[in-house]
Structure formats: structure tokens, C-alpha cells
């Protein structure tokens, strides 16, 4: 069993959690993390990008002058791609950036990312936040207590709990999620990564 470091909310030292190796223990697969916080990124992309070819740009429909006898090179339209004001060649057209990853291979980055948490010494384990009503200033208490305000952080409830949530939120550097929202990205965009105990079982059931 892999054991991790776990604290109460004053910041006090607990019983290490035991938890599955074959879960917090691999060795990481840095192939499988970034071809799934590729695939993140890109559905993030809006796609929203657009430009006109020459079809589509206004205007243009006369032979701006004859095909012979002026000296000049032959048009065809002032809206061709070589005029100021033309079409564009070959530019971009609102598209989807998004591409599917097999479920198997999301499951093993979210391993990898845990276990690479652990080996760097980068996770932690809190076994509760219990807060009585949504408070920031208990919230930042809780951090300072643990030797974590103002870092960069990622804290994992494991459950819908709105007081932590809302006491949370607003500390600058700190992206609160729940346990069944946890990804690769969220898993490794952080200093350290904050987890509940509700929120270990949760993961282990879930990659176990």
C-alpha cells in the first residue's frame, strides 16, 4: 500500500491514508498525460475563427479591364486573392478542435497524474473539510494552517459540499473541484494537489 501524508484542517500531522499503489503508485506514463491534456486544450478551442476566399468577399463581379492590350497583366476580378481587399487563400474556417481519447488511456493519465503527485511529494491529504458556513476567511485559515496559502493549488471534495466550495473559491491560486469532476489537466496544473479522504475513496473506486 502506498501511504499518504494526511493532515486535519488545523494543519496538524494524522495517520497516513493508506491507498491503492496500483492507483497513487505506477510508474507515470507522460505519453498517456499529454495526449489527454492535449485533447482537454483542444476542446476548450472555440473554433470560431473565419475568413472570406474570393467567393464570398463583396463586390468584384466586372473585369476590372480587357484581357489584352494594356500592358498589364491580365484580371480577372478585383477581389482575387493578390488584391488588397481580395480573398483569402487557404485560410482558416470555423471548425472543431476537439479529438476523442479512448477511456482506458484518460483513466491511466489520471493514475499517472496521481502518482506523479505522490513521488514528487506534491499531495496531500486533509480528512475533512468541514466547514460550518460558506467562509473564505475560514477557508484561507485552513490553507495558512496547512503551509499552503498562496500557492498554486488544486483541492478535490468528495462530495457536493457548498460551504467548502464557497469558502474556497475565491482564494486567488486555489481551483476547487469535486471529486467526480477530477481530470488529468485539473490533476496536474498546480503546485500541490490538495485531496479529502471522501475524495481518495471516491478515485479509488472509480480508477481502481
Known amino acids: 500500500?502506498?501511504?499518504?501524508?494526511?493532515?486535519?484542517?488545523?494543519?496538524?500531522?494524522?495517520?497516513?491514508?493508506?491507498?491503492?499503489?496500483?492507483?497513487?503508485?505506477?510508474?507515470?506514463?507522460?505519453?498517456?498525460m499529454h495526449t489527454v491534456v492535449r485533447s482537454q486544450l483542444a476542446a476548450l478551442r472555440k473554433g470560431t475563427h473565419s475568413t472570406k476566399t474570393r467567393a464570398m468577399v463583396r463586390g468584384g463581379g466586372a473585369k476590372p479591364w480587357r484581357q489584352k492590350g494594356t500592358g498589364r497583366a491580365r484580371q480577372g476580378t478585383i477581389r482575387a486573392p493578390q488584391w488588397s481587399g481580395g480573398g483569402v487563400v487557404f485560410g482558416p474556417s470555423p471548425r472543431s478542435y476537439a479529438f476523442k481519447v479512448p477511456n482506458k488511456v484518460i483513466k491511466l493519465a489520471m493514475r499517472?497524474?496521481?502518482?506523479?503527485?505522490?513521488?514528487?511529494?506534491?499531495?496531500?491529504v486533509v480528512d475533512s473539510f468541514d466547514f460550518a458556513e460558506p467562509s473564505t476567511k475560514a477557508g484561507a485559515a485552513m490553507l495558512k494552517d496547512l503551509d499552503l496559502y498562496g500557492?498554486?493549488?488544486?483541492?478535490?471534495?468528495?462530495?457536493?459540499?457548498?460551504?467548502?466550495?464557497?469558502?474556497?473559491?475565491?482564494?486567488?491560486?486555489c481551483r476547487?473541484?469535486?471529486?467526480?469532476?477530477i481530470n488529468t489537466y485539473d490533476l496536474i496544473d498546480n503546485k500541490v494537489l490538495v485531496l479529502c479522504s471522501e475524495a481518495v475513496q471516491f478515485i479509488e473506486e472509480v480508477l481502481g
Do not use: C, H, W
Request: net charge neutral; proline share 3%; aromatic share 8%.
Open 1 to 32: 500500500m502506498i501511504s499518504l501524508k494526511t493532515f486535519d484542517k488545523a494543519g496538524k500531522k494524522k495517520a497516513a491514508t493508506k491507498a491503492n499503489p496500483e492507483i497513487f503508485g505506477i510508474e507515470p506514463n507522460v505519453y498517456a
Open 112 to 124: 499517472s497524474a496521481l502518482s506523479a503527485k505522490v513521488a514528487d511529494e506534491q499531495l496531500i
Open 151 to 173: 500557492q498554486k493549488l488544486t483541492v478535490v471534495d468528495g462530495k457536493e459540499d457548498d460551504n467548502a466550495y464557497l469558502s474556497l473559491r475565491n482564494i486567488e491560486r
Open 176 to 181: 476547487v473541484i469535486f471529486a467526480f469532476e
